[in-house]
């Protein structure tokens, strides 16, 4: 059974850091680029990151360029994503996603004061 699972999210002041992850079990991890996809309050999926599948290339959406980073570790089948200078528009509920073929259940991230 395919399964991805997020952890990590949580309620954060603006300026601070969270570092979601994603672990992954039922699916050979590593010939897959992985992603993270958010959804705010109210509106639709935005892409928010994505590595290839061994991790020598990333990209971002504008949005986060500069605040975010994306790894993994393919011994583990575990992506994470290193969310500093948190801003209340990033409050959302975070999602990864395998190529978007398999998705997670997302975790909830909240930046208020």
């Known amino acids: 059974e395919v399964q991805l699972v997020e952890s990590g999210g949580g309620l954060v002041q603006p300026g601070g850091s969270l570092r979601p992850s994603c672990a992954a079990s039922?699916?050979?991890?590593?010939?897959?680029?992985m992603n993270w996809v958010r959804q705010a309050p109210g509106k639709g999926l935005e892409w928010v990151s994505g590595i290839t599948r061994g991790g020598g290339s990333t990209t971002y959406a504008d949005s986060v360029k500069g605040r975010f980073g994306i790894s993994r570790d393919n011994v583990n089948s575990t992506v994470f994503l290193q969310m500093n200078s948190l801003r209340p528009e990033d409050t959302a509920v975070y999602y990864c996603n395998a190529a978007f073929r398999f998705w997670g259940q997302g975790t909830q991230v909240t930046v208020s004061s």
């Open positions: 039922g699916f050979t991890f590593s010939t897959y680029t």
